[in-house]
């Protein structure tokens, strides 16, 4: 049985402080202060009472579980898995469970808030919460991620439900962890519960769409961009960085509609190519080369940083949180950044963005497509029917660009960026329906 900490208010692991486990940005900020200024921010545009403030930035519940998990070597190790309900005044919660090293209770406290905010924005009825194990995925055979997966769900299995808390997949895990939580959690319930995670393979009820559909919210939330700033995209040029499952899908679909990618990479190598990357040959490439870029031949090889400050007129960071600095940002060549990760951008780069004209579409509004077409699965779940790839790719497409123009429009009425555009179509609604509730 694994050991559960369950809190209403912050919690830290092994003991320790919650700075000594927060994870700073180059600022030394946390990615939980990062959530803080952006909330700050929009709090100055819309001015919503003193009492939302204070619920909207603290979450609801935090979970810390000890997970033992029985080794090949036959050794117990123990793993510290973590699930955070930031809200539940729109609906169930809703958000992935990521496999890192660096998964710790702030980075999962910052991702839970996003979600909130991201299933706000595109306006599908839920609340938001994220989750996490502390390991490295690819150090563990498939039997030790199966029994940790399980052991995990088992642990969770009070807080997990189809009308509860929906987990799906994120950095690190996929249609294959889906799969088995979905089975521990039936299992330990004694029911078929199709519903209670997302992102799962299509013969266990999974979506047509759901894994292109982080990619192709991109995609969708690029073009919209483009058409507000005159940017045309049969002649625009974009660096992909990250080619895991949204950055690979991102960078297919841009290709397809006519951008050429100059630049690609992930954490293993980048390339440049003036001419333009060959995206089925890299896709081909990591397919059957482990899952990464390293080795291919595409590109002139290139550092992590040239890929940033590319000659390019848009970049898609489709990786991990804190990459654009200050320093990027002053330096950037790109005139639209397209934000795939989840806070690729620190809190002290927004201003010099927004100083350079550089339009930012940030993550809880761009990244937004994966848990669009999540809704979609759960909503198919719940009636054991299914919609073809076509029908859900258009009702996703039109939902992006809803969301899309929704924010457009408080960033003008506000005189602000994108984010704080976004945080305010988020914060409005949140703000009304945690009027209606009332408190209890
Ligand atoms: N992990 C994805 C995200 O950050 C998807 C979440 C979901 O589908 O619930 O948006």
Known sequence: MANKKEVGAPASPKGKSASATTKASHSGQGMFDAVLSRLDMAFSKLNPSYNFQQIIKNPQKQVVVSLPVMMDNGKIEVFQGYRIIHSTALGPSKGGIRYAMDVDMDEVKALSAWMTFKCAIANIPYGGAKGGIQCDPKKLSLGELERLTRAYTAAM?????????????DMGTSKREMAWIVDTYSKIH???APGVVTGKPLTLGGSKGREAATGRGVMISCLE??????MNHKTATCAVQGFGNVGSSAARLLNAKGIKILAIGDHTANFYNAKGIDIEAALKYVKENGGVLKGFHGGESITGEQLLLADVDVLVPAAVQNVITAHIAENMKAKLVVE????PTVAEADPILFERKITVVPDILANGGGVTVSYFEWVQNKYGHYWSEDEVNSKHDANMANAFEKVWYNS?????NLRTGAYVTALEKLEKAVEYRGNF
Do not use: C, E, L, R
Not at 157 to 169: C, E, L, Q, R, Y
Not at 340 to 343: E, K, M
Not at 412 to 416: E, P
């Open 157 to 169: 299995s009070d807080v997990f439900g189809v009308d509860k808390d929906i987990p799906a997949p």
């Open 190 to 192: 004694g029911i078929d």
């Open 225 to 230: 961009a483009m058409k507000k700033i005159g």
């Open 340 to 343: 795939g990760a989840n806070g």
């Open 412 to 416: 003008q009425k506000f005189k602000t």
